[in-house]
């Protein structure tokens, strides 16, 4: 009885030696480093006019979001065309266009 209990206590802490190393080894990064990896771009808002500064993420080639303008807090959306890494195009236009 008392071997198995043995068995069991290090049973666990090998689990959890071996978790452990896996966080380790992906390195998930944290929100905030992925949004400082984010290349950004100017586009100009479709409501009113205001140039503003959106980030953008390459790693998708085509791709259509909706952000808020940060001057008149209208939705815009954002069709982001990219090749390795960069921005080749980016268009914005208003919510139902
Ligand atoms: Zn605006």
């Known amino acids: 009885m ?9 049973l666990e802490l090998s ?3 071996s978790s452990h190393s896996l ?4 390195g998930v990064p944290t929100k905030d480093e ?3 990896n984010l290349p950004t771009a100017n ?3 479709p409501y009113c006019w205001e ?3 959106v980030l953008v993420d390459c790693s998708v080639e085509r791709q259509e979001y909706i952000e808020d303008c940060s001057v008149c807090c209208r939705p815009i959306t954002i ?3 990219s090749s390795d890494g960069d921005v080749v195009n980016i268009e914005s236009r208003t919510e139902d266009e």
């Open 2 to 10: 008392k071997f198995i209990f043995i068995f069991l206590i290090i």
């Open 15 to 17: 689990l959890r030696r």
């Open 23 to 26: 966080i380790l080894k992906t």
């Open 34 to 36: 992925i949004m400082q």
């Open 43 to 45: 586009i100009q808002c």
């Open 51 to 53: 140039t503003i500064e």
């Open 79 to 81: 069709i982001v065309e």
